[in-house]
């Protein structure tokens, strides 16, 4: 799964780094802990492809409630065609996910105990999760808009760690992903794959990860 990850870089990198317009309006600090039912960044695609913030956990727009958002932070790949949750959010609500680092906890031989890991890109450079998002109304008819990120099987980097790793979209694959004329699930799913394990780079991480409240740059020191 994905449950915490890092969004360092400005929205000026990030625009150079994606190719993508920042509003005026966006805002961002450097995220080091990055948690579920907070607003995010997000590359959305309508008159052309920009930044913007959602809220990760998915509440779908037939949702009763709000609640349900914080337990559909991840979807699996491997079954979006088939549950009515994601089956019409595939074919019409993509969206990227941005990021710079993720975290993921690795079991410790003969312990109890994990030990937190933080996974980049080797050039340390933004990258994508795939992502899904909806909107749902409230009794008060104000609006929310919500995502969540993709998972697939873990690659040869994430393997010893963790069997499902997020889906991490290359700058062609990203296009693709957010191309609104694309409803067609033989070009979608085959992109919902493990990123290059040689890409890629990890190591252990303080422990202070664990508790969402802690957001600083000694996370990853």
């Given amino acids: 799964m994905c449950g915490r990850?890092?969004?360092?870089h400005n929205p000026g990198s990030i625009a150079q780094a994606l190719?993508?317009?920042?509003?005026?309006?966006?805002?961002?600090?450097?995220?080091?802990?990055i948690a579920p039912t907070q607003d995010i960044v997000t590359v959305m695609h309508d008159t052309d492809t920009h930044l913007d913030l959602l809220r990760w956990g998915l509440i779908p727009s037939w949702a009763k409630d709000a609640s349900i958002g914080s337990r559909m932070i991840n979807a699996r790949?491997?079954?979006?065609?088939?549950?009515?949750?994601?089956?019409?959010l595939l074919h019409s609500k993509r969206c990227l996910i941005v990021a710079d680092g993720f975290y993921e906890w690795a079991k410790e031989s003969g312990s109890k105990s994990k030990t937190p890991m933080y996974i980049q890109m080797q050039d340390q450079a933004p990258f994508t999760f795939a992502g899904l998002w909806d909107t749902w109304k409230n009794p008060e008819g104000q609006q929310l808009r919500t995502c969540t990120i993709i998972t697939t099987d873990a690659n040869e980097l994430m393997a010893p760690i963790h069997n499902r790793m997020p889906v991490i979209l290359s700058p062609e694959e990203r296009e693709q992903w957010l191309d609104p004329q694309i409803?067609?699930?033989?070009?979608?799913?085959?992109?919902l794959k493990p990123y290059t394990a040689s890409a890629m780079m990890v190591r252990a991480v303080s422990r202070m990860v664990n508790d969402p409240k802690h957001d600083s740059a000694e996370l990853i020191a």
């Avoid at 990850?5 to 360092?8: D, R």
């Fill in 183 to 191: 409803h067609d699930n033989q070009i979608l799913l085959p992109l």
């Fill in 19 to 33: 190719q993508v317009r920042v509003p005026a309006s966006l805002r961002t600090t450097p995220r080091y802990n």
């Fill in 5 to 8: 990850y890092t969004l360092i």
């Fill in 77 to 88: 790949a491997e079954t979006l065609a088939e549950k009515a949750s994601f089956r019409r």
